[in-house]
């Protein structure tokens, strides 16, 4: 071999420990738990999805197991953020929803992380309807009732999970397609919002149906509509949003798996390829309807069109509210 050619070739002599060395490490995943990091406090929607799939991923893929890590604050930014900046190695993953991955991008001025870029899709898991809900003793049994309490004088007070979240940003809506009077009070997550609106602190609160299920069942609160297509069959009481008089309340909260961006593919396929299978499982899924959920897999190629789609949904309905907050 002549000098020349040697020195070209030492690059790829250079480079062949160090790729057998990155496949062994994909080979070896999970060699220690993976993280699943929620932007949410513990008790809410995704909070409770999150444990139910690390059950069943730790069962699908052999290893030490996933763990759920809530790292709450800053309108769901924080724990987005970190798993933005964590390092590619399939060891931390983002389950996040509409929100984190959607809204925020028309919402938060200098959002320090890219919802679309920042991340690889690895699939989208569930799907959630939207109810507006009111305490037991409240004086509105419809939605136009307590629409018209809200005007002529009338002042509401409505609660959501967090300046920014999806919760504000469809009540907000509402009261601006209805020119009423409001005022919004913001709590940190869904499950002090829900306790507040059960005492009657507050007038009415925008949640997720998995959050006020049981608590609509046992009478603590009223539904007065729901984002469905269709009445629920468990609930024929509670009319749709569209029955109700506001059809532009309908809008599902989703929610999918992500890792960093870079991730390495073998690793990304085996946690894509696990997702329908374990959304499938008759028990996964009876459970997950017993808390309000929709299994709506995706897999990470039709997952991410989807992802970029609602953005622009959700600039459309950032235009409407006017909310935007600081990064």
């Known amino acids: 071999?002549?000098?020349?050619?040697?020195?070209?070739?030492?690059?790829?002599?250079?480079?062949?420990?160090?790729?057998?060395?990155?496949?062994?490490?994909?080979?070896?995943?999970?060699?220690?738990?993976?993280?699943?990091?929620?932007?949410?406090?513990?008790?809410?929607?995704?909070?409770?999805?999150?444990?139910?799939?690390?059950?069943?991923?730790?069962?699908?893929?052999?290893?030490?197991?996933?763990?759920?890590?809530?790292?709450?604050?800053?309108?769901?930014?924080?724990?987005?953020?970190?798993v933005a900046t964590a390092a590619p190695d399939g060891y931390t993953l983002s389950l996040g929803n509409n929100q984190t991955h959607a809204a925020n991008a028309a919402m938060v001025r200098d959002l320090p992380y890219r919802p679309v870029e920042d991340f690889a899709?690895?699939?989208?898991?569930?799907?959630?309807?939207?109810?507006?809900?009111?305490?037991?003793a409240s004086p509105a049994q419809s939605l136009a009732a307590l629409a018209?309490?809200?005007?002529?004088?009338?002042?509401?007070?409505?609660?959501?999970?967090?300046?920014?979240?999806?919760?504000?940003?469809?009540?907000?809506s509402f009261v601006r397609r209805e020119g009423l009077e409001a005022t919004h009070v913001p709590y940190r997550g869904g499950a002090q919002a829900v306790t507040d609106t059960i005492a009657g602190t507050v007038d009415f609160f925008v949640?997720?149906?998995?959050?006020?299920?049981?608590?609509?069942?046992?009478?603590?609160?009223?539904?007065?509509?729901?984002?469905?297509?269709?009445?629920?069959?468990?609930?024929p009481a509670v009319p749709t949003f569209a029955e109700a008089g506001a059809p532009g309340m309908a809008v599902?909260?989703?929610?999918?798996?992500?890792?960093?961006?870079?991730?390495?593919?073998?690793?990304?396929?085996?946690?894509s390829?696990?997702?329908?299978?374990?959304?499938a499982e008759p028990a996964m899924a009876a459970r997950l309807a017993q808390l309000g959920f929709t299994p709506a897999p995706l897999p990470a190629a039709e997952f991410a069109v989807f992802q970029r789609t609602e953005v622009e949904r959700w600039k459309a309905l950032v235009e409407l509210t006017g909310i935007r907050l600081d990064g």
Do not use: C
């Open 1 to 82: 071999m002549t000098g020349r050619r040697a020195l070209f070739a030492l690059p790829l002599l250079a480079a062949t420990p160090a790729r057998a060395q990155t496949v062994s490490q994909e080979a070896a995943w999970p060699g220690k738990p993976v993280r699943i990091v929620l932007a949410y406090p513990p008790g809410g929607s995704t909070d409770v999805l999150a444990r139910a799939l690390a059950e069943r991923l730790a069962a699908a893929i052999p290893g030490p197991g996933f763990i759920v890590e809530n790292r709450p604050g800053g309108a769901a930014v924080v724990g987005t953020q970190a």
């Open 121 to 136: 899709p690895i699939g989208r898991l569930a799907e959630v309807h939207h109810a507006l809900v009111v305490p037991a």
């Open 148 to 172: 018209a309490r809200g005007k002529g004088g009338g002042r509401l007070t409505y609660a959501s999970s967090g300046v920014g979240s999806a919760s504000h940003v469809i009540a907000e």
């Open 207 to 235: 949640s997720t149906w998995p959050q006020v299920m049981a608590l609509v069942q046992d009478g603590r609160l009223r539904a007065l509509g729901i984002g469905a297509p269709a009445r629920l069959a468990d609930f």
């Open 252 to 271: 599902d909260a989703w929610f999918g798996l992500w890792a960093p961006a870079r991730t390495p593919a073998p690793i990304l396929a085996r946690l």
């Open 273 to 279: 390829e696990a997702l329908p299978a374990i959304l």
